[in-house]
């Protein structure tokens, strides 16, 4: 069964720091793409950052030099370091991977996902 399993989510101050942790049991070209996804209540789902497994990266514009995307040397686990939270980075956030996406950033190019770790910002 395939499992992506993410923690380190909770509440922080605004201006604090989480990381998040998301482990897989996908292996090879399942994971080619892998990605960080929020969603606050009443908001679509929007991506915020993306790794390949080149290890190249892409980031939604709000939180560009804010958060870092990266994975464990073995890749079977994917990171979200995120520094200077707002209170608007509060969201639920999931976990995606996918053998090839057209739109790094697009929920719908994702076939695996999570089921999300809560992220709380207060002001």
């Known amino acids: 069964q395939v499992q992506l399993v993410e923690s380190g989510g909770g509440s922080v101050q605004a201006g604090g720091s989480l990381k998040l942790s998301c482990t897989t049991s996908?292996?090879?070209?399942?994971?080619?793409?892998m990605a960080w996804f929020r969603q606050a209540p009443g908001e679509e789902r929007e991506g915020v950052a993306s790794?390949?497994?080149?290890?190249?990266?892409y980031y939604t514009d709000s939180v560009k030099g804010r958060f870092t995307i990266s994975k464990g040397v073995a890749g079977s686990t994917l990171y979200l370091q995120m520094n200077s939270l707002k209170p608007e980075d509060t969201a639920m956030y999931y976990c995606?991977?996918?053998?090839?996406?057209?739109?790094?950033?697009?929920?719908?190019?994702?076939?695996?996902w999570g089921q999300g770790t809560q992220v709380t910002v207060s002001s």
């Open positions: 995606a991977a996918a053998a090839w996406v057209g739109n790094p950033l697009g929920q719908y190019e994702y076939k695996y």
């Open positions: 790794i390949e497994i080149n290890g190249n990266t």
């Open positions: 996908l292996y090879g070209a399942s994971r080619r793409f």
